[in-house]
Antibody, heavy 116, light 106 residues
Framework: QVQLQESGPGLVKPSETLSLNCAVS?????????WGWIRQPPGKGLEWIGS???????YYNPSLKSRITISVDTSKNQFSLKLSSVTAADTAVYYC?????????WGQGSLVTVSS | EMVMTQSPATLSVSPGERATLSCRAS??????LAWYQQKPGQAPRLLIY???TRATGIPARFSGSGSGTEFTLTISSLQSEDFAVYFC????????FGQGTKVEIK
């Protein structure tokens, strides 16, 4: 059973950079698959942020592309998200998941609040 | 952007009854369509991919159908654990989700 766990600050100030890590257990990222980030503002729907292949190839949501960086560290079996110039509209639960098409394994989610 | 529209927003169903949820795409996604279930405070759970293939461990009472722009998720006999929010998601282009259908107890 593939397990994913998000980690990172729960509070980020406006205009700063949001950084999250996703640690993967019981599956080696190097074996393949895309690995992605999805977010959900409180009480709202889901938004795909972007995905990365183990080789480092990335696909980003066009509406967020200018602010996103997703990277992978196969030696630590984890991947990361950086979202720059955050505003209150970026407040959400951030999930990491396996996949680029459909998403079959998800982390439990990490609430990130943007506030001064 | 591919817009996914789900209906109804809320569906009130009695336990044991059949639930039918709809999802419409703004343009054809062929069968590149997935369904997820989300309960309060939990991550989404993959139910269906490829429009009609059940994910590992998903009970047979969940079924998906459709292609092109019109899709349906059917829960044949609702169990207590099925009351939740359901999202559709297309992956024919960069992934986008519907706004969700809440299935509540009637």
């Amino acid at each position: 059973q593939v397990q994913l766990q998000e980690s990172g600050p729960g509070l980020v100030k406006p205009s700063e950079t949001l950084s999250l890590n996703c640690a993967v257990s019981d599956y080696s990222i190097s074996r393949g698959y895309y690995w992605g980030w999805i977010r959900q503002p409180p009480g709202k729907g889901l938004e795909w942020i972007g995905s990365i292949f183990h080789s480092g190839s990335t696909y980003y949501n066009p509406s967020l592309k200018s602010r996103i960086t997703i990277s992978v560290d196969t030696s630590k079996n984890q991947f990361s998200l950086k979202l720059s110039s955050v505003t209150a509209a970026d407040t959400a639960v951030y999930y990491c998941a396996r996949g680029y098409s459909y998403l079959d394994y998800w982390g439990q989610g990490s609430l990130v609040t943007v506030s001064s | 952007e591919m817009v996914m529209t789900q209906s109804p927003a809320t569906l009130s169903v009695s336990p044991g009854e059949r639930a039918t949820l709809s999802c419409r795409a703004s343009q054809s996604v062929t069968t590149n369509l997935a369904w997820y279930q989300q309960k309060p405070g939990q991550a989404p759970r993959l139910l269906i991919y490829g429009a009609s293939t059940r994910a590992t461990g998903i009970p047979a009472r969940f079924s998906g159908s459709g292609s092109g722009t019109e899709f349906t998720l059917t829960i044949s006999s609702l169990q207590s654990e099925d009351f939740a929010v359901y999202f559709c998601q297309q992956y024919n282009n960069w992934p986008t989700f519907g706004q969700g259908t809440k299935v509540e107890i009637k």
